[in-house]
T-cell receptor, first 114, second 115 residues
Framework: KQEVTQIPAALSVPEGENLVLNCSFT??????LQWFRQDPGKGLTSLLL?????REQTSGRLNASLDKSSGRSTLYIAASQPGDSATYLC?????????????FGEGTQLTVNP | DGGITQSPKYLFRKEGQNVTLSCEQN?????MYWYRQDPGQGLRLIYY???????QKGDIAEGYSVSREKKESFPLTVTSAQKNPTAFYLC??????????????FGAGTRLSVL
């Protein structure tokens, strides 16, 4: 059964800092991994999807990497802004035979201070 | 506007009552999902459906039921057997074909509380 862990659980940084959020997963037979953002009381917004054949995926100031062999993914946020404050969740499928269902980490709550 | 619509935004349940949460999508996605989120925690899968007229239990299906009679709709019923229903419920859908398969898109959620 897939298990997903995110470190740290919470992070507070000053505006402008570059930061890294970590995600680890136990079943490395995944075909992709997805990062989401959740604002308080809201649904999830998909940020990046990395296919298993990719090492990195970039969108604006966000860069996500995937290392299947070590069971790790990182989300790098460059030049953080107060508007980046949210909870960031990573999600991995349960392996090649589990179809489309995802297992989520508990998230990293990010606060960017002006 | 394409997307996923969940209703109502807030719902209150009396003890012993069944309540139904609505989820509709106009993205033409084959797969739909229901998750439960408790404060400070990640999402846990309740039920999912990969095609019309078919659905599978997730990790915490006890006390819940679903139906998938139409591609666009995947309602979730929280039954009286669910003893701790207070949570934030999220519906999602995904296209399980092509290069963008399995990207899950989420609705805005329904917050269920017990009176």
């Amino acid at each position: 059964k897939q298990e997903v862990t995110q470190i740290p659980a919470a992070l507070s940084v000053p505006e402008g800092e570059n930061l890294v959020l970590n995600c680890s997963f136990t079943d490395s037979a995944i075909y992709n991994l997805q990062w989401f953002r959740q604002d308080p009381g809201k649904g999830l917004t998909s940020l990046l999807l990395i296919q298993s054949s990719q090492r990195e995926q970039t969108s604006g100031r966000l860069n996500a990497s995937l290392d299947k062999s070590s069971g790790r993914s990182t989300l790098y946020i460059a030049a953080s802004q107060p508007g980046d404050s949210a909870t960031y969740l990573c999600a991995a499928p349960g392996g090649e035979t589990s179809g489309s269902r995802l297992t989520f980490g508990e998230g990293t709550q990010l606060t960017v201070n002006p | 506007d394409g997307g996923i619509t969940q209703s109502p935004k807030y719902l209150f349940r009396k003890e012993g009552q069944n309540v139904t949460l609505s989820c509709e999508q106009n993205l033409n996605h084959d797969a739909m999902y229901w998750y439960r989120q408790d404060p400070g925690q990640g999402l846990r899968l309740i039920y999912y459906s990969q095609i019309v007229n078919d659905f599978q239990k997730g990790d915490i299906a006890e006390g819940y039921s679903v139906s998938r009679e139409k591609k666009e709709s995947f309602p979730l019923t929280v039954t009286s057997a669910q003893k701790n229903p207070t949570a934030f419920y999220l519906c999602a859908s995904s296209n399980n074909r092509g290069r963008v398969k399995n990207i899950q898109y989420f609705g805005a959620g329904t917050r269920l509380s017990v009176l």
